[in-house]
Antibody
Framework: EVQLVESGGGLVQPGGSLRLSCAAS????????MNWVRQAPGKGLEWVSY????????YYGDSVKGRFTISRDNAKNSLYLQMNSLRAEDTAIYYC????????????WGLGALVTVSS | EVVLTQSPATLSVSPGERATLSCRAS??????LAWYQQKPGQAPRLLIY???TRATGIPARFSGSVSGTEFTLTISGLQSEDFAVYYC??????????FGQGTRLEIK
């Protein structure tokens, strides 16, 4: 059974940092391109970041560029999102999502981790 | 950035009827468009990719089509479990990968 389980969410003050993790199982993680997608309360989906399967290529949405860093450890079947200089508008559920490659949608999703940025 | 505009924002349909959801792209994305279903408190689920290919395990009542930059998700014979929010997503011109704002499908 495919599973993606996020952890590391919580309440953080504006300007603070948080690191999300996503543990993968049930599929060959090292062959999947991975993404972070977020959803603010009551809002739609927003793509946050992408990392390639094995050569370290990364991309970011404009709203998080320079503040967030995506990384992965294929030996540990894990995906990470380091979030710095957090703002109130970063408050959202953060999902890790995987796709097998270009031309495909995100077929695997985690349950999400709630990040709340508030003083 | 490719902007995806979904319509209508809310669609009311009776069970057993057909629902037609639209997604218009601001520029060509060829057929690199996916549809997702999201129910309250759940993660999105991939329904369609490549504009018209059903994902694994998705029932045949879900179908996708494209005409130029206009994409359509059709759900035939609506069942109770189909009432949810639907999002389109393009992955042709990226970054960024972009999503539409969503269509809420509700029971009439």
């Amino acid at each position: 059974e495919v599973q993606l389980v996020e952890s590391g969410g919580g309440l953080v003050q504006p300007g603070g940092s948080l690191r999300l993790s996503c543990a993968a199982s049930g599929f060959t993680f090292s062959t999947y391109e991975m993404n972070w997608v977020r959803q603010a309360p009551g809002k739609g989906l927003e793509w946050v970041s992408y990392i390639s399967s094995s050569d370290g290529i990364t991309y970011y949405g404009d709203s998080v560029k320079g503040r967030f860093t995506i990384s992965r450890d294929n030996a540990k079947n894990s995906l990470y999102l380091q979030m710095n200089s957090l703002r109130a508008e970063d408050t959202a559920i953060y999902y890790c999502a995987g796709r097998v490659g270009a031309g495909y949608g995100f077929d695997y999703w985690g349950l999400g981790a709630l990040v709340t940025v508030s003083s | 950035e490719v902007v995806l505009t979904q319509s209508p924002a809310t669609l009311s349909v009776s069970p057993g009827e057909r629902a037609t959801l639209s997604c218009r792209a601001s520029q060509s994305v060829i057929n690199n468009l996916a549809w997702y279903q999201q129910k309250p408190g759940q993660a999105p689920r991939l329904l369609i990719y490549g504009a018209s290919t059903r994902a694994t395990g998705i029932p045949a009542r879900f179908s996708g089509s494209v005409s130029g930059t206009e994409f359509t998700l059709t759900i035939s014979g609506l069942q109770s479990e189909d009432f949810a929010v639907y999002y389109c997503q393009q992955y042709n011109n990226w970054p960024p990968i972009t999503f539409g704002q969503g269509t809420r499908l509700e029971i009439k």
